[in-house]
């Protein structure tokens, strides 16, 4: 059974800082794309960032480029989001994702991950 556990959420300060982090049990993903969707009430889910198998190329959301950092390590199969300069409006439940396309690069599109996290709340107070 295919499992991502989220870990890190919290309450923080603006301008503070917070690091996720979500490990995968029951398959490994090294080889294919990882990434970080957040939900706050009320809104759409959004895309955060996405790292392809190797790790080389990424991409983020435009409210979070310069601010988050996305990385990987495959021999742990797990993946970080990095969360500095931290906002209110960054206040959402933050989701880790998986793909099974191989060696894709990452995408904006949640129809393109087919294992979810369960969620860890982020909450940035001001």
């Known amino acids: 059974q295919v499992q991502l556990v989220e870990s890190g959420g919290g309450l923080v300060q603006a301008g503070r800082s917070l690091r996720l982090s979500c490990a995968a049990s029951?398959?490994?993903?090294?080889?294919?794309?990882r990434a970080w969707f957040r939900q706050a009430p009320g809104k759409e889910r959004e895309f955060v960032a996405g790292i392809n198998w190797s790790g080389v190329r990424t991409s983020y959301g435009d409210s979070v480029k310069g601010r988050f950092t996305i990385s990987r390590d495959n021999a742990k199969n797990t993946v970080d989001l990095q969360m500095n300069s931290l906002k209110p409006e960054d206040t959402a439940v933050y989701y880790c994702t998986a793909g099974l396309k191989y060696l894709s690069d990452p995408s904006s599109d949640p129809l393109e991950y087919d294992y979810w996290g369960q969620g860890t709340q982020v909450t940035v107070s001001s």
């Open positions: 029951g398959r490994t993903f090294s080889r294919y794309v």
